[in-house]
């Protein structure tokens, strides 16, 4: 009897500690019993299985000729659509759950979903620096292979499981942005099925409108089916400086002065207070100095964004060399910092060592066994929000997300927007640097409502001619969004590709109303 009673007591002091700390905040911060026991290994399994295949895929080079006759069979579903009558909309069948993106469309419900799977690399030229790639292709595929064979993509975003596809039809950046651009910047084709079956491909010169068009419209023109993308020779190495500073304005100084210094490579802040922050900059290369080498993308590592606040509380000024996928991915294992509200010891030395192998968990994994109760109070206490605004408004921006949400750390992401046509460019005829804001966690201010709060912060993006990336929740009204964005070319394209009765307006597919 005396075990049942143990166990019948810590049943009731359990429940107790759940009345008093409220079922919502238990089922939040006590996920990562879930997380731990079943996600982990699933995500191992999925990594594995994907890896596996696309390395024999690629090997066996089959994936070219499969990519052909998937090409084909999108355009006959196209097409049995067009021949049914066409009353509701298209949009790709893959499920909402496996984007990277926290929201979840309720429109693959009532949409008719054409199935495309196409996650292979195609092609890589090295004589005209090309990768040709399907849409599904993952970068943590592509910086497997490139790297093995000495090529990289000039803008790689972080997280391993960015899709080309998403990267294109929303956007992605990285540190290296303020010299190459945003992932459409490096994108020289596109190659899609529009809304009558044909296939299509665009460039720069041939079907221009549609090349410029394509970027941010999120599979409302038509469907994805292949890319060309540059690349460039790789290094071994990323010599990378950490530079702590203190006081805003010096922050945003430093920051503006090194985004527009051309020989970085890459720039990168993480800005950990209102006063508080460690501007990174780093070069490629092929030599190290062996004491300063740092292979940050091992398991037991220190998260990355820990290992630079170390920086930032020994206040002094650092050099490291670290192996070029490591550098590329150095956010991926923490997910930026969103883990560390998951699994709240998630870099303990001691988890990291003995179970650090297997994180991060999959996006995917985590949006799918979500539930509705973490959904709602992920969405009402939490904050996932990219916004692009000009460099020369930083400080303003900055101040306006502490005021507004007080997340911390921001992640600083400097990118030159080249002024051309298509829903996103510089408000003049010249490029212009602009700057990423990433706030992600739980704001600390009280006040904090996540739909006035956002709509703050959405309003001054608009005020400065600045963009929100679309992977987040919008809370804009219809002439708010079309305030910010550049709806001409694309409602043009709209209508010369029968596209309105084929795909939901880009507006429609990502506002809030479309999920409830």
Same mark, same amino acid.
């Given at each position: 009897m005396d075990p049942l009673l143990y166990i019948a007591g810590l049943a009731v002091l359990f429940l107790l500690w759940v009345k008093v700390k409220g079922l919502d905040y238990v089922i939040i911060h006590q996920r990562w019993i879930f997380v %731990? &026991? !079943? @996600? @982990?290994?699933?995500?191992? =399994?999925f990594d594995v299985y994907y890896y596996l295949r696309a390395w024999i895929i690629f090997k066996m080079c089959s994936a070219p000729k499969q990519h052909d006759? +998937?090409?084909?069979?999108?355009?006959?579903?196209? +097409?049995e659509w067009k021949k049914e009558g066409g009353k509701t909309y298209m949009c790709t069948g893959r499920p909402g759950w496996l984007t990277v993106s926290l929201r979840v469309g309720k429109y *693959?419900? /009532?949409? *008719?979903?054409?199935?495309i799977n196409m996650m292979d690399i &195609?092609?890589?030229? /090295? *004589?005209r620096q090309i990768l040709r790639v399907e849409p599904l292709a993952n970068m943590g595929q592509v910086t497997a292979l490139l790297n093995s064979i000495g090529w990289t993509l000039p803008v790689l975003p972080e997280l391993d499981d960015l899709t080309v596809g998403g990267l294109i039809m929303g956007t992605g950046i990285e540190s290296s942005s303020h010299i190459y651009g945003l992932f459409q910047h490096i994108c020289v084709a596109y190659e899609l099925v529009l809304a009558d079956g044909? &296939?299509?491909r665009c460039t720069a010169e041939e079907n221009s409108d549609l090349f410029y068009a394509v970027p941010w419209s999120c599979g409302t023109l038509g469907f994805l089916v292949a890319a060309e993308i540059r690349i460039i020779p790789a290094r071994t190495w990323v010599k990378l400086t950490y530079e702590p500073v203190h006081g805003l304005e010096a922050i945003c100084q430093r920051f503006a002065q090194e985004s527009a210094n051309k020989e970085n490579q890459f720039v990168e802040g993480l800005q950990y207070s209102l006063d508080e922050a460690v501007i990174m900059t780093g070069v490629m290369t092929d030599e190290a100095e062996p004491d300063k080498i740092n292979r940050i993308g091992h398991y037991f590592k220190p998260w990355f964004f820990k290992h630079v606040q170390k920086v930032l509380t020994e206040n002094h000024s650092a050099v490291e060399y670290i192996p070029l996928r490591h550098y590329y991915h150095r956010h991926t294992r923490s997910i930026f910092w969103e883990l560390q509200d998951i699994i709240p010891f998630g870099n303990n030395p001691f988890f990291r060592y003995l179970f650090g192998w297997m994180v991060p968990p999959k996006i995917s994994l985590l949006k799918l066994t979500q539930g509705e109760t973490i959904r709602r109070l992920y969405e009402q206490h939490h904050v996932v929000q990219d916004m692009l605004v000009p460099m020369k408004h930083i400080q303003s921006a900055i101040s306006c997300f502490h005021n507004d949400i007080h997340v911390y750390p921001l992640? &600083? %992401?400097? !990118? #030159? @927007?080249?002024s051309r046509p298509g829903m996103v460019h510089p408000k003049g005829d010249e490029d212009e640097l602009? #700057?990423? =804001?990433?706030a992600y966690g739980e704001p600390s201010v009280k006040h904090f409502q996540a739909r006035a709060s956002t709509r703050q912060l959405e309003k001054f993006v608009r005020e400065v001619h600045g963009f929100q990336m679309l992977y987040a929740d919008v809370y804009m009204d219809r002439q708010e969004f079309w305030d910010m964005f550049d709806g001409s070319l694309y409602h043009k394209l709209r209508e010369e590709l029968d596209c309105k009765a084929a795909f939901p307006e880009v507006y429609d597919k990502i506002c809030k109303s479309a999920r409830h």
């Open positions: %731990c &026991l !079943f @996600l @982990l290994p699933l995500s191992v =399994i006759q +998937r090409v084909r069979d999108i355009q006959r579903q196209v +097409r *693959k419900k /009532t949409h *008719k979903n054409i199935m &195609l092609e890589v030229d /090295t *004589k044909s &296939l299509v992640w &600083l %992401c400097p !990118f #030159v @927007l080249p602009y #700057v990423d =804001i990433g």
